[in-house]
T-cell receptor, first 114, second 112 residues
Framework: DTAVSQTPKYLVTQMGNDKSIKCEQNLGHDTMYWYKQDSKKFLKIMFSYNNKELIINETVPNRFSPKSPDKAHLNLHINSLELGDSAVYFC?????????????FGQGTRLTVV | GNSVTQMEGPVTLSEEAFLTINCTYTATGYPSLFWYVQYPGEGLQLLLKATKADDKGSNKGFEATYRKETTSFHLEKGSVQVSDSAVYFCALSANTGNQFYFGTGTSLTVIP
């Protein structure tokens, strides 16, 4: 039973299109994240939500809009896709209990903009 | 602020060689420290963790000790296998924040 699942796994689309990536976790965690991994494997935090509330919104173009309908879901919508958006996007979740538990990651969505 | 610095790769080792990947951190408060592994085409998986000073995390023959005096969390394995080829990330989570801070990743290739 997958803990953090995101769909789709691969997404190829043309510049200018709008696309969404969905993420769901069944761990009962309060906090969910979106990370972007570039071609050099560097991981950059994009957003963090705690109990459906936006906590972290890093310097990300406003073409990227996260939406958390409930604490088990965090979706990422991207408008007007650009070539530079090509990357692997990871959803993750964690729980604060004393200190933080480890983050659990989804399998990633490889986005290719052509 | 919070940050993680890990040794640059790529690292190439022969099977059964000793592995060390260095990781140092800067943090406010008392962070928890983690090593994650990413196999090709997959997401990140937790390899091991340590939540307080002098804790040793271990898993699958890998070990790392939380050293507060040197702000380090170096990853070691006594004898690597071809199946250990992956990218390894050092990370921290600080009690003061709501995110995980990752190092730049170290690519390891083990050759037979």
């Amino acid at each position: 039973d997958t803990a953090v699942s995101q769909t789709p796994k691969y997404l190829v689309t043309q510049m200018g299109n709008d696309k969404s990536i969905k993420c769901e976790q069944n761990l009962g965690h309060d906090t969910m994240y979106w990370y972007k991994q570039d071609s050099k494997k560097f991981l950059k935090i994009m957003f963090s939500y705690n109990n459906k509330e936006l906590i972290i919104n890093e310097t990300v173009p406003n073409r990227f809009s996260p939406k958390s309908p409930d604490k088990a879901h965090l979706n990422l919508h991207i408008n007007s896709l650009e070539l530079g958006d090509s990357a692997v996007y990871f959803c993750a979740s964690s729980q604060k209990s004393g200190g933080w538990t480890e983050a659990f990651f989804g399998q990633g969505t490889r986005l290719t903009v052509v | 602020g919070n940050s993680v610095t890990q040794m640059e790769g790529p690292v190439t080792l022969s099977e059964e060689a000793f592995l060390t990947i260095n990781c140092t951190y800067t943090a406010t408060g008392y962070p928890s420290l983690f090593w994650y592994v990413q196999y090709p085409g997959e997401g990140l998986q937790l390899l091991l963790k340590a939540t307080k000073a002098d804790d040793k995390g271990s898993n699958k023959g890998f070990e790392a000790t939380y050293r507060k005096e040197t702000t380090s969390f170096h990853l070691e394995k006594g004898s690597v296998q071809v199946s250990d080829s992956a990218v390894y990330f050092c990370a921290l989570s600080a009690n003061t924040g709501n995110q995980f801070y990752f190092g730049t990743g170290t690519s390891l290739t083990v050759i037979p």
